[in-house]
T-cell receptor
């Protein structure tokens, strides 16, 4: 049973470009969470999705950031017009049910030049 | 007040020592509690769930104190491999997301 798969592991973008981060949850998991971690800081919640629905996006910046979890395929975190401050590690986690323990992917390290 | 607060440490202990630290949470409606471990720049990994009655997993013991709203983690007979950042995670029924503390850094030295 494969774990949570994230790709790419490393993503380099120039300011103004778009970044697309992908996350495939564990088999049987329909709940996906995205977290961001800046260097030397803790994990910050961004968004919680459950198949095709955004349940809680209270941690997501209002502009440039969006997330989806389509019926088929991975969850996508999309950052438009990236800025240097977007450089961070982005972790995806999945759970079988709400409020259950999370299993994390290896993360995507986004670097904005 | 932050939802979840942890002493950042670092806790520097010799091999074989016992180290313990707490995590406080602000929402009295919190229901689920976990300890995660994160090694430098890697993904967090579940260490253990924390049950009301407390639980033990090998050298690790977790306790929950609802009255004072904190959970604790105790590591006995520390190993070099225990060096990591330990994240406290709390979830509330009236919330959809798990809240993470900023982590407590433990360094075990030879």
């Amino acid at each position: 049973n494969a774990g949570v798969m994230q790709n790419p592991r490393h993503l380099v973008r120039r300011r103004g470009q778009e970044a697309r981060l992908r996350c495939s949850p564990m088999k049987g998991h329909s709940h996906v969470y995205w977290y961001r971690q800046l260097p030397e800081e803790g994990l910050k919640f961004m968004v919680y999705l459950q198949k095709e629905n955004i349940i809680d996006e209270s941690g997501m910046p209002k502009e440039r950031f969006s997330a989806e979890f389509p019926k088929e395929g991975p969850s996508i975190l999309r950052i438009q017009q990236v800025v240097r401050g977007d450089s961070a590690a982005y972790f995806c986690a999945s759970a079988e049910r709400r409020n259950e323990k999370l299993f994390f992917g290896s993360g995507t390290q986004l670097s904005v030049l | 007040r932050k939802e979840v607060e942890q002493d950042p440490g670092p806790f520097n202990v010799p091999e074989g020592a016992t180290v313990a630290f707490n995590c406080t949470y602000s929402n009295s409606a919190s229901q689920s509690f976990f300890w995660y471990r994160q090694d430098c720049r890697k993904e967090p990994k579940l260490l253990m769930s924390v049950y009301s009655s407390g639980n033990e997993d090998g050298r690790f013991t977790a306790q929950l104190n609802r009255a004072s709203q904190y959970i604790s983690l105790l590591i006995r007979d520390s190993k070099l491999s225990d060096s990591a950042t330990y994240l406290c995670v709390v979830n509330s029924l009236n919330d959809y997301k798990l809240s993470f503390g900023a982590g407590t850094t433990v360094t075990v030295r030879a």
